[in-house]
């Protein structure tokens, strides 16, 4: 099984639909983000939480909303989606005791029509 | 505000041929410099953590540097398998400090 397992890989909604993407973790860490990832705009931060009780906004967290359901789930919701926010979403974990960072997801694709 | 950037966007190498990625960076006190790989539709894959200006950390064909104001990923006598979206990533101290600062990535094409 993957160390970051994101659900669903491939998901079409309808614009104001409401949305949610789900990310689980088996590697024990406390520290989860999501990101998205636009052609030539590179990973952005949308939220970050260090533990079950601290949610933090990132760089582009307006439209979105997270719950940390648990140290190993953290679920990204779109309230109401447009068509901008069709993209790549991933979900990290790290630990910074160790040396590699994040340890990504496969990814989500998302389109908003 | 801290900055990555990368170059050249995207480059193109015949099999065999070594070059250089190049990741410049501006951040107030380093904590550390990341590279990934990244193939298409899947998430980054974790090469290389470096610290401090001097560092050099290598993998098979894949060799980082860091200096203080950039990091290069050197490839030597690449394969068409090198092919792949190469991010470089900055953390810094402060407020969210285990946060990753991303550089928008360098597209690699070996031609066979």
């Known amino acids: 099984d993957a160390d970051v397992t994101q659900t669903p890989r491939n998901r079409i909604t309808k614009t104001g639909k409401r949305i949610m993407l789900e990310c689980s973790q088996t590697k024990g860490h406390d520290r989860m983000y999501w990101y998205r990832q636009d052609p030539g705009l590179g990973l952005r931060l949308i939220y970050y939480s260090f533990d079950v009780k601290d949610i933090n906004k990132g760089e582009i967290s307006d439209g979105y909303s997270v719950s940390r359901q648990a140290q190993a789930k953290f679920s990204l919701s779109l309230e109401s989606a447009i068509p901008n926010q069709t993209a790549l979403y991933f979900c990290?974990?790290?630990?910074?005791?160790?040396?590699?960072?994040?340890?990504f997801g496969s990814g989500t694709r998302l389109t908003v029509v | 505000e801290d900055q990555v950037t990368q170059s050249p966007e995207a480059l193109r190498l015949q099999e065999g041929e070594s070059s250089s990625l190049n990741c410049s960076y501006t951040?107030?006190?380093?904590?550390?410099l990341f590279w990934y790989r990244q193939d298409p539709g899947k998430g980054p894959e974790f090469l290389f953590t470096l610290y401090s200006a001097g560092e050099e950390k290598e993998k098979e064909r894949l060799k980082a540097t860091l200096t203080k104001k950039e990091s290069f990923l050197h490839i030597t006598a690449p394969k068409p398998e090198d092919s792949a979206t190469y991010l470089c990533?900055?953390?810094?101290?402060?407020?969210?400090?285990?946060?990753?600062?991303f550089g928008k990535g360098t597209k690699l094409s070996v031609i066979p």
């Open positions: 951040v107030s006190g380093l904590r550390g």
């Open positions: 990533a900055v953390q810094a101290p402060g407020a969210g400090s285990y946060q990753l600062t």
């Open positions: 990290a974990t790290s630990d910074p005791g160790t040396e590699g960072g994040y340890t």
